[in-house]
């Protein structure tokens, strides 16, 4: 199998603007010529071997970085919205123009997703008559939720200098100390009382005083507080870290800083260091890894997903939860396979059977239009609201890796990993998924083009060119 060219262009400048060298000097370190040099940082030629490794012995450079990144996002973003009606009559670009753009033009690329989820927006609005219509001077704005998400998608859901804090938190001597103990301490150190209460809510604060909810379970205890030492604790950390993403409203830096307490919180709950070590110990069993650091199998499957630290990186997996509807609520993906911005996942995909076998753990051995082959892992989270008359929250998760990587889970023991047939195809959405003969297709692909005979009806009332 041929080796994959690695154009890093943009991971290349970035280095060395960060470095503080002219390209001259920066040339000098690499043992490059300067207009080799200039052809790499321009895509006009791939990064050498010698390069990567003269980045990585020369600058203590991740190498890793340069293959990942925004790149795949990107081009997973712009494919989906490419494939939209409104694009329809021109075409959708061949994807080695989109993989160029998204290596050469970043900012350029991610310019047009927000271009084209701001006319997403505005054509729902007006579509169900809502407020827009009738408010004057009523302007399309981002939604906040979208911007968040998008902001901890593009930073690979890891947060350096979040995460860390979080680590030095919970173990403040190389030593991983109780959360609830831990965060109650901090807490009351800083004047702020801490009660278990009968309360209807998971956690309410009133002036000097912290109620968290009795019935809740141990781990979502220890997750309110540890939310709670974010914010009073970490303040001046969250706030700069909020001011270098400029959100462009005062909601979505709200909804973002809601968002850095909790990954504070996970963080500091699954410290780094050593939940890595226990993942990798254990072979990233997560009932074993949820019994030990007192979290639940959402958590840990969570956490195992952010294990991206420079330098220490876990396995790259991705991680997903839908509802009942096959909403996403929430995604994350460390390896090629990227999520549908808009819409539900592939119904082929195991994490909506999950919903059938509460509490069982359901494995399924996937492969995408690209090839690319992963282990996913499915499970049902349902959550109690604490009493008969309260709602159910039904959710299921989806934890999944490369099989490149799947040995080094212990889900992956007896399963046929070198057998293509074992292999399961799915998609990520209708729109753009190649796919002719997917008997769940709900829509027609629209970068093909269609035949209709009506004498003749297979699986669809299509064929696909």
Not at 213 to 225: D, E
Not at 375 to 397: E, M
């Amino acid at each position: 199998m041929a080796t994959q060219k690695l154009y890093a262009g943009v991971k290349l400048r970035e280095t060395r603007a960060r470095l503080g060298l002219t390209q001259k000097a920066f040339a000098d370190r690499l043992g490059v010529s300067l207009p080799y040099l200039n052809q790499m940082e321009n895509n006009h030629r791939p990064v050498s071997a010698a390069v990567v490794l003269a980045l990585a012995g020369e600058f203590g450079l991740d190498v890793t970085e340069l293959s990942a990144g925004d790149a795949e996002r990107l081009v997973s973003d712009m494919r989906e919205a490419m494939a939209d009606p409104v694009f329809a009559d021109g075409g959708t670009p061949p994807l080695a123009d989109l993989r160029l753009a998204a290596s050469n033009a970043p900012a350029l690329a991610r310019a047009f997703l927000e271009l084209h989820r701001a006319y997403r927006q505005a054509h729902e609005r007006l579509a169900s008559l809502d407020e827009a219509l009738g408010r004057e001077g009523a302007q399309t704005v981002v939604s906040p939720w979208e911007e968040v998400r998008d902001f901890f998608h593009y930073c690979d859901n890891y947060i350096d200098a979040v995460d860390r804090a979080a680590e030095r938190f919970s173990c403040p001597d190389g030593k991983r100390l109780d959360p609830i103990l831990r965060a109650s301490d901090a807490l009351r150190a800083r004047g702020v009382d801490v009660q278990f209460s009968n309360i209807s809510e998971l956690r309410a604060r009133e002036g000097d005083r912290i109620l968290i909810s009795a019935h809740a379970s141990r781990s979502t205890q220890a997750f309110q507080l540890l939310h709670q030492v974010a914010l009073i604790t970490q303040n001046e950390l969250l706030e700069a870290t909020l001011d270098l993403a400029r959100f462009q409203s005062e909601t979505s830096r709200a909804i973002a800083k809601i968002g850095l307490a909790n990954y504070f919180a996970g963080a500091a709950l699954l410290p780094y260091r050593a939940f890595l070590d226990a993942a990798q110990e254990t072979r990233h069993d997560l009932e074993r890894l949820a019994d030990a650091f007192g979290a639940s199998i959402e958590q840990v499957a969570h956490r195992l997903s952010t294990l991206q630290r420079p330098g220490a990186k876990g396995i790259p997996f991705f991680f997903v939860r839908v509802d009942q509807a096959g909403t996403i609520t929430k995604r994350h993906s460390a390896t090629r396979l990227q999520f549908a911005r808009f819409g539900g996942a592939c119904p082929l995909w195991n994490v909506h059977q999950a919903f059938e076998t509460p509490t069982k753990f359901l494995r399924q051995l996937a492969e995408t239009p690209d090839g690319v082959r992963y282990l996913c892992l499915a499970r049902d989270v349902s959550k109690s609201g604490g009493s008969f008359t309260a709602p159910v929250r039904r959710y299921a998760i989806c934890l999944g890796c490369e099989v490149s990587h799947a040995r080094g889970l212990v889900y992956a023991d007896d399963m046929e990993l070198g057998n293509p047939r074992a292999y399961q195809p799915i998609g990520i959405s209708c729109r753009i998924c190649e796919r002719k003969d997917c008997h769940q297709r709900s829509v027609p692909p629209l970068e093909r083009r269609l035949r209709v005979d009506p004498n003749r009806r297979g699986m669809l009332p299509y064929d696909i060119a």
